[in-house]
């Protein structure tokens, strides 16, 4: 009996977005008078950030500071239509809405801003830090704020833009399947150290290495916190979850967490990542969608470190102890090939 | 293009972080509504019967029973979750009628002043169910004389006239031929659920213009809406969805299972209604990831190239299809792996049975997809003597590559994507792999 | 079956609540007194999204019958912060990101409230078992972890300069 360490991999690409499209998003945004802007949306942040990263999108498009702009969601009476959150949509589809409702609001902002610095349209920037100025002429520049003031109060107009985004609806052909499913793909690759017991069938998860390609990131913290989240889930899913632990057999289905088993704080293994951007050519800044992919390379690395550590190839879904005990001893019997088992520290 | 950037790709503070760690956040069951009612739910004890009979007598003399709904009081009772997309036929039932297909399968629902006196109606119902033998293995449902789950004779969804949504491309017959090794692999995973912290709920209130505001944890405010006006034949003008703070969702709070009832009940009370899933409902009866069997064969070269793939996958819908119709699509587009291969086909299909019906959850038809190919590939390898990046890297598909789909690769960085993964691991590649790019005409070069 | 009074503080606040017997601590401050920092993800007592401190020790407030708490001091997430000023563990868990959803948010700071209470220099394995009767399905744990390791540094810090 022994503890038998392995490695493995495992190398996946994700699409982003509704499978085969047909899913749109709006977005209105408006200026405040105090030179805020609000975006109007209903799509529903599910914990992941999304009202931040669409702040950050909004921000970015219309030239002014992240704490300037404040996102208004989710209530069918006030922000427009909306498809929903999943399908790793979200932050690729608000996002390029929000950039069309941002681009116009931000025209409108430039025009009114024109007129009081009476120069012409064509010649204003905005330095992304709340002013607009004219090009070359140093000094001549406005407040964003006092133009969303000046806009209502001394000009009488609205500075505010609309925004959708929709990728069309792709037909499957039903011979070939032939489609067109996903805006664009993201990539990962995990690999995964594991500890097997021989005696007990228990495998500890030592590490979980992964490097990712996201597109852009539109905040860094935010997709780590994906990452981390998504390996924990997919070695969750590896060793611990079920619903009908002897399905096709119904029975004995857990009904709380005490009996649903998940890993605790004290289960958690080293996670860490790279990450690597290559923008897509359709999201925002270059988004690609990562929301539900995280967990699924970590899966197949952590089965087939099992593989490298015992020899046991296990071809189901959670590996249980049983399982690997069941396999360490059908090898013992047949003694298959296969990769020689390492102890740990050789 | 970045350095032009101010606010994307920085890791700016999440706006929402100050109401998580104060407890400001308002979560849907947070609120409450004065005159508030409580609606729980009759469910199935079986798997598979018909109903002789419901027996209100004892629960309508609960103290604080308000009033009882069942499907009789649904106006479009037989619904689709996709239908707003065109997928049909309409099969799920709000509230069962002549037949139970899953344990847990909602009955009826009993509104009471309070959620005691809700749970203690419930457990007063008295129902004649005559039992139906069940399916219960995705395999032996599709056999002949297997007792047929839905409402039009077979146990498969149906995709334009096939039992399964197929992929062709090439020929994998012909190049199983001359392949110099066939891998095979059959991959079983078992239902999972979602497990969010906070269950699945919502709480619909009679609004003083006529209309009802219903406050949701879905994760599709319009998609719950649009269903919800559908099963209730009304205006989608005279609801109002407020949601948009979710304690986790994980794709199991896509589908629209609280908002039809609790608004019915909100409807024919004229109070507010409150229906939260128990966190017994949100582990035993809720969706779940599906049970997947999927069989994978390949025809392999010597050097390791893959010539053919063939894949025949078995989700176990349940007894409902809800969201996995649409699964089985996208598992179909992706099933082959993100690698180049000459020849593929693909059979996938949603297979109902008498377990809990399952649906959407994250990484929805491809999770475990990744699982099989990707221990597959490792069987490859040690098939025909590689190690395990090095299949990956032969196989990689690249951009221009066409898929199985027939849609060309644009974004694909695999290649790049392993790179970075064996250089943050110390894993020392090939200066053949250290030099391939996903871009074939910058391959060896610049 | 009566109902009965019973008396006891939260925060600085006194209460007085009517209830039925059994009635749990978690339905009180939730449903009766307005405390919904106080989650409920399972009313059962396995997942902690409803922990609260009770004289200082942390408690699953879904397992406790109010009349147990009667003249005694119940702390909730609510009290935690000053109107202005986060407390340490709180500001700690939003630098981390230790939260995704924020639904397991308000019974982690509670519990490790709780343990830096106890303990103000506690090692990586007591930390994980403090939150060993919580649970989160969105983050891992690991900066949920690193948070409270990282909250108990800013809390010495303070405290030497204090003394
Ligand atoms: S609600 Fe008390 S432990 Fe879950
Ligand atoms: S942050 Fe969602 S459960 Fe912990």
Redesign the interface.
């Known amino acids: 009996m022994a503890k038998l360490r392995g490695?493995?991999?495992?190398?996946?690409?994700?699409?982003t977005g509704m499978?085969?499209g047909?899913d749109p998003s709006q977005a209105l945004i408006h200026a405040t008078t105090s030179g805020s802007f609000v975006v109007t949306l209903?799509?529903?942040?599910?914990?992941?950030?999304l009202?931040?990263v669409i702040?950050?999108?909004a921000?970015?498009t219309l030239?002014v500071?992240?704490d300037d702009v404040f996102?208004d969601?989710?209530?069918?009476?006030t922000?427009p239509?909306?498809?929903?959150?999943?399908?790793s949509r979200a932050t690729h589809r608000v996002g390029n809405a929000v950039i069309a409702a941002a681009k116009e609001a931000r025209e409108a902002l430039l025009e009114v801003a024109a007129e009081e610095l009476e120069a012409s349209r064509d010649d204003l920037e905005t330095d992304?830090?709340g002013n607009i100025r004219v090009r070359g002429a140093p000094g001549r520049s406005v407040k964003v704020t006092d133009i969303a003031s000046l806009a209502q109060f001394t000009y009488g107009r609205t500075i505010s833009g609309r925004g959708a985004w929709m990728k069309p609806r792709s037909a499957?052909d039903?011979?070939?399947?032939?489609?067109?499913?996903?805006s664009?793909?993201a990539?990962?690759?995990?690999?995964a150290e594991v500890e097997v017991d021989t005696e007990t069938g228990v495998v500890t998860v030592i590490s979980i290495?992964?490097?990712?390609?996201v597109?852009?990131?539109?905040?860094?913290?935010?997709v780590?916190?994906q990452i981390?989240?998504?390996?924990?889930?997919g070695m969750s899913?590896a060793l611990y979850?079920?619903?009908?632990?002897y399905?096709?057999?119904?029975g004995h289905?857990?009904?709380?967490?005490?009996?649903?088993l998940?890993p605790?704080?004290?289960e958690?293994p080293e996670?860490?990542?790279?990450v690597?951007e290559?923008?897509?050519?359709n999201g925002p800044?270059?988004v690609?969608g990562i929301?539900?992919?995280t967990?699924?390379?970590p899966?197949?690395?952590i089965?087939?470190a099992i593989?490298h550590a015992t020899g046991v190839?296990?071809?189901?879904?959670?590996v249980t102890p049983e399982l690997v005990l069941r396999g360490l001893e059908a090898k013992e019997r047949h003694a298959s090939g296969?990769?020689t088992p390492s102890t740990a520290g050789d | 293009m970045t350095a032009d950037l101010h606010v994307v790709g920085r890791s700016v503070p999440r706006s929402d972080g100050v109401g998580h760690v104060t407890g400001r956040t308002l979560f849907t069951t947070d609120r409450s509504f004065p005159g508030m009612l409580h609606l729980k739910v009759v469910r199935s004890p079986v798997h598979h019967a018909l109903v002789r009979g419901i027996d209100l007598s004892e629960a309508e003399r609960v103290p604080g029973f308000v009033r009882a709904l069942t499907h009789v009081d649904v106006p479009h009772n037989v619904y689709t979750i996709l239908g707003l997309i065109g997928v049909e036929p309409e099969e799920e039932f709000v509230l069962a009628e002549d037949r139970v297909r899953y344990k847990g399968e909602p009955i009826v629902a009993i509104v009471a002043e309070t959620e005691a006196a809700a749970l203690e109606a419930v457990a007063c119902v008295r129902l004649d169910l005559e039992e139906l033998p069940a399916v219960f293995d995705v395999e032996e449902a599709l056999r002949p004389g297997a007792p047929i789950v839905t409402h039009w004779g077979n146990n498969t969804f149906m995709y334009e006239g096939h039992p399964c949504r197929r992929v062709r491309f090439g020929d994998v017959e012909a190049a199983f031929a001359r392949a110099d090794h066939i891998v095979e692999g059959v991959y079983n995973t078992k239902p999972i659920e979602h497990a969010p912290t906070e269950t699945t709920a919502c709480i619909a209130v009679p609004e003083a213009n006529g209309r009802y505001a219903v406050y949701t944890n879905t994760q599709a405010l319009y998609f719950s809406l649009d269903n919800t006006a559908i099963i209730l034949q009304v205006p989608g003008s005279r609801l109002h969805f407020i949601g948009g703070t979710v304690g986790g969702a994980f794709g199991g709070k896509v589908d629209v299972i609280v908002e039809p009832l609790a608004t019915l009940a909100a409807m024919k009370t004229g109070r507010p209604v409150k229906y939260a899933f128990a966190r017994w409902e949100e582990m035993q009866v809720s969706s779940t990831r599906s049970a997947w069997r999927i069989y994978v064969k390949d025809g392999v070269m010597r050097d390791g190239r893959i010539v053919a793939r063939k894949v025949t996958s078995y989700a176990d819908s349940g007894a409902y299809s809800r969201q996995t119709p649409y699964a089985l699509t996208k598992h179909a587009a992706n099933a082959a792996g993100p690698y180049a291969i000459p020849n593929v086909s693909i059979d996938a299909y949603c297979v109902y049975t008498n377990h809990v019906p399952s649906s959407a959850m994250r990484g929805f038809g491809i999770t475990m997809a990744s699982f099989a190919i990707e221990v597959q590939m490792d069987r490859i390898a040690e098939a025909v003597g590689l190690d395990p990046w090095s299949v990956r890297f032969l196989n990689a598909y690249r951009n221009g590559d066409m898929k199985p789909h027939r849609k060309r690769a644009e974004d694909a960085t695999l290649i790049e994507t392993m790179q970075a993964a064996a250089a943050f691991v110390g894993h020392e590649l090939t200066p053949e792999q250290a030099a391939m790019t996903s871009d074939p005409r910058r391959e060896g070069g610049e | 079956m009566v109902s009965s009074i019973v008396s006891f503080q939260v925060g600085d606040r006194e209460v007085e609540v009517l209830v039925a017997p059994m009635t749990t601590l978690q339905t009180v401050l939730r449903y009766q007194l307005g405390y919904t920092a106080v989650k409920e993800g399972c009313r059962q007592g396995g997942c902690g999204s409803c922990a609260v401190l009770v004289d200082g020790e942390p408690v699953l407030s879904c397992l406790l019958p109010v009349e147990d708490v009667a003249g005694r001091r119940v702390t909730t997430l609510e009290a935690l912060a000053e109107p202005d000023a986060l407390h340490p563990i709180q500001q700690a868990f939003i630098d981390h990101l230790a939260f995704q959803c924020g639904y397991c948010t308000p019974g982690m700071v509670m519990v490790s409230k709780a343990l830096l209470d106890r303990d103000p220099d506690p090692s990586r394995a007591e930390i994980l078992d403090a939150l060993a009767g919580n649970v989160c399905r969105c983050t891992g744990y690991a900066p949920i972890a690193e948070a409270v390791a990282d909250a108990a540094r800013v809390l010495a810090s303070r405290g030497a300069q204090s003394r």
């Open positions: 490695t493995g991999i495992a190398a996946v690409n994700y699409p499978n085969l047909g209903s799509a529903t942040d599910l914990g992941q950030g009202r931040t702040a950050q999108i921000a970015e030239g500071g992240v996102i969601t989710a209530d069918t009476d922000g239509h909306d498809m929903g959150t999943f399908a992304g830090l499957v039903p011979e070939t399947g032939a489609m067109d499913p996903d664009t793909e990539h990962a690759c995990t690999v290495k992964s490097a990712y390609e597109g852009r990131q539109v905040n860094p913290a935010l780590h916190g981390v989240g998504g390996a924990w889930m899913h979850e079920t619903t009908t632990p399905y096709p057999d119904p289905r857990p009904k709380d967490f005490s009996e649903y998940m605790g704080a004290h958690t996670i860490d990542c790279v690597l290559y923008p897509s050519s800044y270059g690609k929301g539900e992919m967990a699924n390379s899966i197949p690395a089965v087939n593989y190839r296990i071809d189901e879904l959670p296969g990769v």
